[in-house]
């Protein structure tokens, strides 16, 4: 299976980084896409990922939390990242309203020039999205027919959101946030309406550790080779079995990237 979003950067990995990568292969991980957030962390994970050859690949782009840190809307940083092979999508990016860690006016501008690099390069998006579904979508909108794809990460959003998401052919990115039966409760309840050739799944590591593993981690950093307990709790809500949905989005995941 894929782990389509992995912080492998993060300094929570850095004491042990390669025995979480040798867990994540045991667990029956068979690559994972790790995620670029700034302009510090996405050459960090370009890097990370020719570590792990043929395993790992990694995304190119800037968080909406740090987008009040890009100066250059042409991204040319990301840009001459875009260019090595190992990194197979722009983002992570998008628009956060949530926290508002940027101005609402950047994060929407350095959103749009993502997108215009992503056409330009016939690239996929790696998109994140908070409490902002309709200047998300506003921004997006015009930029799907130019882009060979476009998966949202993470999906938190309602039942309504998730159908305008699914109408402009977003694929849907679930991690372990439907292990939640408190949190997770609505996000549980539309899991079933994703379509099979849309669906993807994700660890979001180190963050969203599975509530309801047992036994519970004496850490509360998530990893990869949680991504097995993952899947089969979307299985039982989707009440498919558990190997054909890791197949089918592991076939998602290959295409959507290229891998």
Not at 82 to 92: R, T
Not at 99 to 116: G, I, M, N
Not at 165 to 170: K, N, R, S, V, Y
Request: aromatic share 6%.
């Amino acid at each position: 299976m894929i782990d389509i979003g992995v912080n492998l950067t993060s300094s929570r990995f850095d004491k042990d980084r390669d025995d979480v990568v040798m867990r994540a292969k045991n667990a029956g991980i068979t690559a994972m896409v790790l995620t670029g957030t700034d302009l510090d962390s996405s050459p960090e994970a370009a890097a990370l990922a020719l570590r792990y050859p043929d395993f790992a690949y990694s995304t190119a782009g800037v968080h909406p939390h740090d987008a009040k840190s890009v100066e250059d809307l042409s991204l040319p940083s990301i840009r001459t990242l875009a260019m090595q092979p190992q990194v197979v999508a722009i983002g992570e990016c998008g628009l956060d309203f949530n926290r508002d860690f940027s101005p609402r006016p950047q994060q929407e501008a350095v959103f749009d020039a993502h997108l215009k690099l992503a056409a330009e390069l016939n690239m996929p998006v790696f998109l994140h999205c908070r409490d902002a579904h309709e200047r998300f979508m506003a921004i997006l909108t015009p930029w799907l027919d130019k882009l060979p794809g476009a998966v949202l990460h993470c999906f938190t959003g309602s039942e309504d959101e998730l159908n305008a998401c699914l109408e402009a052919g977003l694929y849907i990115g679930i991690t372990g946030w439907v292990c939640d039966e408190r949190r997770g409760e609505a996000l549980r309840e539309i899991v079933p309406l994703i379509p099979d050739d849309k669906l993807m799944i994700e660890t979001d590591a180190p963050y969203l550790l599975p509530r309801d593993l047992k036994p519970k981690p004496k850490s509360s950093r998530n990893e990869p080779s949680y991504l097995p307990h993952i899947a089969n709790e979307i299985a039982l809500l989707r009440q498919q079995d558990a190997e054909q949905l890791i197949a089918q989005s592991t076939s998602n995941a290959r295409r959507f990237f290229g891998l």
